[in-house]
């Protein structure tokens, strides 16, 4: 149902509810599952020569294990629950680990529910489940980029940063383009990419402190009483 949304508003609604996403090119309009472009890079960027500057951040605080999705079944009478927990190849092309793969090695599983949303059947809660999933683990690792003029570079694309580190470099989702042209700089392009998953290769994981814990105090040095 289309309430107080504007026709693009329901559209982004409707492909979102299906991991799907939307985009205009030579004006007509698609929506395509992500994984239709597949994991080959459609461009390589490296630092220090077409890659002049990168901000990359990894957050684990909306990443889980599983995701639950549960309603009821009015036409049946029945109550449903169901999870989604695993991801496609395309999400993680680099192989490595994921914010919910991270999570489940220090604490455990954990699991997050969605309760905002009433899917009319099962199925309905199943996709909405998985596409939910995946947008989530997707948003792991966020990273903002300079490069130089890259005309190609598009919004959907599969990108490979090299000169990062071995953390770091790999195959990244571009998420946001924007085109800039000043007369000190030139033509310059700013854009976002995520991805689900460290590059393969990476031995440490980041350091997580357990919930409620607590630094033993130093011990101090006992001076005796002063007399």
């Not at 630092?47 to 309603?71: K, P």
């Not at 009015?74 to 680990?97: E, H, I, R, S």
């Not at 990062?164 to 383009?177: A, D, P």
Request: proline share 6%.
């Amino acid at each position: 149902m289309q309430a107080n949304q504007t026709d693009l508003e329901f559209i982004r609604a409707r492909a979102e509810s299906m991991g799907a996403e939307i985009w205009l090119e030579d004006n007509q309009l698609f929506v395509r599952s992500r994984t239709h472009w597949g994991t080959s890079p459609a461009l390589t960027l490296t630092y220090g020569a077409g890659l002049l500057r990168f901000s990359v951040l990894a957050d684990l605080t909306t990443q889980a294990s599983e995701l639950h999705v549960s309603g009821w079944n009015v036409a049946q009478k029945t109550d449903f629950d169901q999870q989604a927990a695993a991801l496609p190849a395309t999400l993680t092309p680099n192989n490595g680990q994921t914010g919910g793969n991270i999570l489940a090695q220090a604490f455990g599983e954990q699991p997050a529910r969605v309760v905002h949303t009433a899917p009319v059947n099962a199925e309905a809660a199943d996709q909405y489940a998985q596409a939910r999933f995946e947008a989530q683990a997707r948003r792991f690792i966020t990273g903002t980029g300079i490069a130089v003029a890259e005309p190609e570079l598009r919004i959907g694309q599969v990108v490979a940063l090299e000169g990062l580190g071995e953390r770091h470099s790999g195959l990244y989702y571009c998420v946001g383009v924007r085109h800039r042209f000043d007369t000190t700089h030139g033509y310059r392009i700013e854009f976002d990419v995520e991805r689900a998953d460290f590059a393969p290769g990476e031995a440490r994981r980041p350091p997580i402190s357990r919930p409620g814990s607590r630094r033993p105090p130093s011990k101090r040095p006992n001076m005796g009483k002063k007399e």
